[in-house]
Every structure is written in C-alpha cells, then in structure tokens.
C-alpha cells in the first residue's frame, strides 16, 4: 500500500507539473534545474551504474558457463579415471575449459601424468602434484571472482555519492533563498526536491550492486567448495595409483 501510495504522488506530481511554482518534478524538468556539479553527480551516478551492470552480466554467464560444464565434465572424468585412462581424463578436461573443476583437475593429472613412467611414484611426487592442484585453485578462484570486487566498490560508495549531490544541491538552495531573500519551506522546497534525486540515485545503483554481490560471493564459496573436494578426491586417487605400483 505504501509503495503504490509513493507511486501514485510521483505520478501527480509528473501530471501536474509540481503544483505551485511552476517547479517541474519530472526527472528531466529536475535535471534542466540542477547545476553542472550536480549533472556530474548524476553522470558519474550512471557510470557508476552501467559498470556494476556490465559485471553482473559478464560473471553471471561465466558461472552459468562453468556450472553447466562442470556437471557434464565431473561424471565424464570419474568414468575415465575409475578405469585408469589418464590421457583421456585429460583429454575431457581439455573439452570443458570454461569449467572450474576442469581447469583444477586437469592441473594436477599433467604433473602426475609427468612421473607416469616411473616405476615407483614417491611421496613427494605426489605433493608436487598436490602443490599443481592447490596453485590451480588458487588461479581459478581469482579468475571467478574478477570483477566482482567492483559490485563491493559500487554499493559501498555510491551512497555517498548521491549524499555529495544532495550537499551540494541544498547549499544551492539556501543560496538561492538568500540571494531571492525569501523565507519558508515553500522558497527552498524545489531546490531541495532536486538535491534528493541525487541520494535516491545513489541508493537505487548502490542496493542492487550489495544484493548481487552478496549472491556472487554464495556462489565462489560453492565454487571454492567444489574445486577443494574435487583436490582432494584426486589426491585420493593418486595415492591408491601409488599404491597399487608398489
């Protein structure tokens, strides 16, 4: 109810041009008011918005990418290691490269695969390849989360972004009210009006940005999970190799 209440006074607001003064209340009558330091507000407030937005879409379809091969890339790889096929287990990682798990997995099969024609694998063979799987984690987890520090950059300052036109846009208005020396809320209330389009821009870049990097920050640690269980299970797997040589 109050949501279509705010609604509805914008609207009349819009029909009605602002009631007295002939203030236009509209986004575009507002921005033919403000002042150069407040349109730079606002454009910086839009630039600011079109780059969160280019993230989201950007690292959306990379984790749609790397879930979809992931799940076509984990079965696939299991079936070839169960039957001890390492040149094809890598040969499928190859085919899923937008997967996490590939990327990881196929790390540590190439160290190992290295010391294959040895007769006895030892310890620290297998801790090199261990050290192969732990460096492409790593490498992974900074490529997934690129960009995403910029949605944090976003929802943390673009508030006060918006506060810094509102600052700027009622000390004009007071300015104003001096100059015209004229009292009551009715001399400063356009002024003031257009001040607050700025914060309200703020928060409208800034509580998208905080609510999808939040949803993104879910998603690495599933990713880290993953790559982490899928290290260990190869280690795993190694060791039992190691084992059955000896």
């Given at each position: 109810?109050?949501?279509?209440?705010?609604?509805?006074?914008?609207?009349?607001?819009?029909?009605?041009?602002?009631?007295?003064?002939?203030?236009?209340?509209?986004?575009?009558?507002?921005?033919?008011?403000?002042?150069?330091?407040?349109?730079?507000?606002?454009?910086i407030l839009f630039l600011m918005f079109a780059i969160a937005v280019a993230v989201m879409i950007d690292r959306y379809l990379a984790y749609q990418a790397a879930r979809k091969q992931s799940r076509l890339f984990a079965p696939a790889v299991a079936g070839a290691l169960k039957e001890g096929k390492i040149d094809e287990a890598i040969a499928i990682a190859e085919q899923n490269k937008r997967s996490h798990l590939a990327k990881v997995v196929t790390a540590g099969l190439q160290e190992f695969q290295a010391h294959q024609s040895s007769a006895e694998i030892s310890g620290d063979e297998i801790e090199a390849s261990k050290r192969a799987l732990d460096r492409a984690s790593a490498i992974v987890h900074a490529e997934l989360k690129r960009g995403v520090s910029v949605l944090a950059t976003v929802g943390a300052t673009a508030p006060f972004v918006g506060l810094?036109?509102?600052?700027?846009?009622?000390?004009?208005?007071?300015?104003?009210?001096?100059?015209?020396q004229m009292t009551g809320i009715a001399a400063v209330a356009g002024g003031i009006a257009e001040a607050l389009v700025t914060t309200a821009m703020g928060l409208l870049v800034a509580v998208p940005s905080v609510?999808?990097?939040?949803?993104?920050?879910?998603?690495?640690e599933a990713f880290d999970v993953e790559m982490d269980n899928s290290a260990s299970e190869l280690v795993d797997y190694f060791l039992k190799r190691s084992g059955r040589r000896k």
């Amino acid at each position: 109810m109050i949501g279509a209440k705010l609604l509805l006074g914008m609207f009349l607001l819009q029909e009605g041009g602002g009631g007295g003064g002939g203030f236009n209340f509209t986004f575009l009558g507002m921005w033919h008011h403000m002042k150069w330091p407040a349109q730079t507000v606002v454009i910086i407030l839009f630039l600011m918005f079109a780059i969160a937005v280019a993230v989201m879409i950007d690292r959306y379809l990379a984790y749609q990418a790397a879930r979809k091969q992931s799940r076509l890339f984990a079965p696939a790889v299991a079936g070839a290691l169960k039957e001890g096929k390492i040149d094809e287990a890598i040969a499928i990682a190859e085919q899923n490269k937008r997967s996490h798990l590939a990327k990881v997995v196929t790390a540590g099969l190439q160290e190992f695969q290295a010391h294959q024609s040895s007769a006895e694998i030892s310890g620290d063979e297998i801790e090199a390849s261990k050290r192969a799987l732990d460096r492409a984690s790593a490498i992974v987890h900074a490529e997934l989360k690129r960009g995403v520090s910029v949605l944090a950059t976003v929802g943390a300052t673009a508030p006060f972004v918006g506060l810094f036109g509102t600052v700027l846009g009622i000390i004009d208005a007071f300015v104003g009210m001096s100059a015209a020396q004229m009292t009551g809320i009715a001399a400063v209330a356009g002024g003031i009006a257009e001040a607050l389009v700025t914060t309200a821009m703020g928060l409208l870049v800034a509580v998208p940005s905080v609510w999808v990097y939040n949803y993104f920050s879910g998603k690495l640690e599933a990713f880290d999970v993953e790559m982490d269980n899928s290290a260990s299970e190869l280690v795993d797997y190694f060791l039992k190799r190691s084992g059955r040589r000896k």
